[in-house]
């Protein structure tokens, strides 16, 4: 188990490549909620219970069976895209590439 310092896994997976890597749930809600505030976003997660919910939600497809989690996800998606001005379409653009590689 590690943090998600983007380093440290290519060379777990190299090293170990038969070995499972798992990471930090903290360390993986703590890297969501810091490209919230890079994305400049903090506003919306403060004062917005709808973003902030979706945001939480973000966070918790780390929890969910791996198998029902591009489902949930497009379900997120959706509820964002009902969301005036969509201050989700950043984050969830993250959140494919650097998450879910879909």
């Given amino acids: ?3 998600f310092e983007s380093g440290v896994i ?3 997976k190299s ?3 038969s070995s499972k890597h798992y990471g930090c749930f903290f360390h993986f809600c703590q890297a969501a909620y810091r490209q919230i505030q890079h994305l400049g976003k ?3 997660y403060s004062s917005n219970e709808s973003f902030r ?5 973000l966070m918790a497809l780390a929890l969910m069976p791996y198998e029902q989690v591009i489902n949930s996800f ?3 998606q959706a ?3 009902l969301l005036p001005d969509h201050p989700m379409e950043e984050l969830l653009l993250y959140f494919e590439k650097n998450w879910l590689n879909i």
């Fill in 1 to 3: 188990m590690s943090d």
């Fill in 53 to 57: 919910l979706l945001c939480r939600k």
């Fill in 42 to 44: 903090q506003k919306d």
């Fill in 10 to 12: 290519p060379v777990l």
């Fill in 79 to 81: 509820d964002a895209d």
């Fill in 74 to 76: 497009n379900e997120i």
């Fill in 15 to 17: 090293e170990f490549p």
